[in-house]
């Protein structure tokens, strides 16, 4: 398995995580956080994560930063034995028929518990292989990992992948909630709350960044809430000492 730099001038030793709670609907407690990568020192060249991923466009560099992100939130995922990691990765890695025992081999080797490690599948990355996928979504549950469909509502084929996948959580997608308010949105982010809680399955809402919709999502039956509202992504220190101090963060506080 190729863990090396990408090739074509960027290092992993300019590249880190931040980590963005995601808080129980009630706002008690943090319950989780997601891997969101971050470039250490930003200039002209790599001043966002996308600037990072367009150096990544080939397909071994891809695979390289996408192990890169898992290895190193798997090892961070150590300090926080309360909480579950969200862990991005592409939908090239669900069309590798190994995806799944590599990443638990690469748990196992970091010491992590895969039952507190959820793999996030990107619902805008169009999967071309079905079969493969949901194999490899079967094979990550049995070894203890939760899968976790993101961006939900922006991709080629929503309710598809609902009938398809065997995922565990729905990550409803920021443009719903910024809509909340308007007719459309907020019924759409009703049903797909009720649609998701009758398939069994978990529901955070992404990108919430006022009092308003979270109250409203909470309302509504969402799970988790992740967004500015309570927090930015931040370092891995920092999250460290909010569990610490046991304060769920709160920016309009």
């Known amino acids: 398995m190729d863990r090396s730099p990408g090739r074509h001038g960027v290092s992993f030793d300019e590249l880190t995580l931040h980590y963005q709670p995601q808080v129980a609907a009630d706002a008690s407690r943090i319950v989780s956080v997601e891997a969101l990568l971050r470039v250490l020192n930003p200039e002209p060249r790599l001043m966002s994560p996308a600037d990072v991923l367009a150096f990544f466009e080939a397909p071994e560099d891809e695979e390289a930063l996408d192990w890169w992100v898992f290895r190193t939130a798997a090892t961070d995922s150590l300090r926080w034995p309360q909480l579950s990691v969200g862990i991005n990765m592409s939908a090239a890695r669900f069309r590798d028929p190994e995806f799944a025992d590599e990443a638990f081999a690469l748990a196992q080797e970091v010491g992590a ?5 959820e793999i996030e599948l990107v619902e805008s990355s169009f999967i071309q292989d079905f079969e493969t996928a949901v194999a490899n979504i079967e094979r990550l549950r049995a070894h203890g990992f939760r899968v976790a469909l ?9 309710l598809t992948y609902l009938l398809k996948l065997p995922i565990d959580k729905l990550k409803i997608d920021k ?9 459309q949105s907020t019924v759409i982010v009703q049903a797909v709350v009720a649609l998701a809680r009758a398939l069994g399955l978990k529901i955070t809402a992404e990108g919430v960044e006022t009092e308003e919709q979270w109250r409203f999502l909470k309302i509504a039956g969402c799970h988790l809430i992740q967004g500015w509202y309570f927090s930015k992504a931040v370092e891995a220190d920092e999250i460290t000492r909010l569990l610490e101090t046991r304060v769920v963060p709160r920016a309009a506080a």
Do not use: A, Q
């Not at 443009?175 to 007719?183: K, P, Q, R």
């Open 113 to 117: 518990d895969p039952k507190r490690l």
């Open 150 to 158: 993101d961006d939900f509502g922006t991709g080629y084929s929503s």
């Open 175 to 183: 443009s719903f909630v910024d809509g909340i308010g308007t007719i």
